[in-house]
């Protein structure tokens, strides 16, 4: 399974990005795909994820301004960020799990200036 991940950049302080996340190879019915955050210095936490019915959960920092979502039969998963703050820098990683095993994305930097 691989996951390629893009949409990240600079963006001022009130604007949107939109991440996405394509997933190929052997992906199964049931998996739950996610984003997780790692701002400079800190760990690796959760932003959002997905379960294959639709199912979303949210980190509290983001509730009302992410939304996580996915596409073409599941393969693909989205997150669209408002109203973004400075202390949504991080490099944004999606992730897939299924079949006991977890795959993350490479990464992709998102900076939002104040």
């Known amino acids: 399974v691989q996951l390629q991940a893009s949409g990240g950049g600079l963006v001022q302080a009130g604007g949107s990005l939109r991440l996405s996340c394509a997933a190929s190879?052997?992906?199964?019915?049931?998996?739950?795909m996610g984003w997780y955050r790692q701002p400079p210095g800190k760990q690796r936490a959760l932003v959002a994820t997905?379960?294959?019915?639709?199912?979303?959960k949210y980190a509290d920092s983001v509730k009302g301004r992410f939304t996580i979502s996915r596409a073409n039969a599941g393969d693909t998963v989205y997150l669209q960020m408002n109203s973004l703050l400075p202390e949504d820098t991080a490099v944004y990683y999606c992730?897939?799990?299924?079949?006991?095993?977890?795959?993350w994305g490479q990464g992709t930097l998102v900076t939002v200036s104040s």
């Open positions: 992730k897939i799990g299924q079949g006991g095993y977890a795959y």
């Open positions: 190879g052997s992906i199964f019915s049931g998996n739950l």
């Open positions: 997905i379960t294959s019915g639709g199912s979303t």
